[in-house]
Nanobody, 125 residues
Framework: QLQLVESGGGLVQPGGSLRLSCAAS????????IGWFRQVPGKEREGVSC????????KYADSVKGRFTISRDVANDTVVLQMTSLKPEDTAIYYC??????????????????WGQGTQVTVSS
């Protein structure tokens, strides 16, 4: 059974940092392009960032460019989202998913797998 597990969320003050991690069971994360998404209750889920299978290509939503960095931890077969300069509007549940890709170009389009539990990020003073 394919499953993605997100971790690393929490409560942080504005301007702070968090490091989210995405791990997989039932498949090898390194075989796919992976994306991070977030959702606020009552709003649609939005793409935050994605990374290509080999990690040479990445994309970011305009709202997080320059503050978030996506990377692969090959040794642990995880995908990390390093979030800095956090703002209250970053508050959401964050999810990871396999995403569409064309060679080393990823797209923030979910693959269609079931969503995991997500990890809550709350930015508040």
């Amino acid at each position: 059974q394919l499953q993605l597990v997100e971790s690393g969320g929490g409560l942080v003050q504005p301007g702070g940092s968090l490091r989210l991690s995405c791990a997989a069971s039932g498949f090898t994360l390194g075989d796919y392009a992976i994306g991070w998404f977030r959702q606020v209750p009552g709003k649609e889920r939005e793409g935050v960032s994605c990374i290509s299978r080999r990690g040479t290509g990445a994309k970011y939503a305009d709202s997080v460019k320059g503050r978030f960095t996506i990377s692969r931890d090959v040794a642990n077969d995880t995908v990390v989202l390093q979030m800095t300069s956090l703002k209250p509007e970053d508050t959401a549940i964050y999810y990871c998913s396999r995403v569409a890709a064309s060679q080393e170009i990823c797209f923030m389009t979910p693959h269609g797998d079931s969503w995991g539990q997500g990890t809550q990020v709350t930015v508040s003073s």
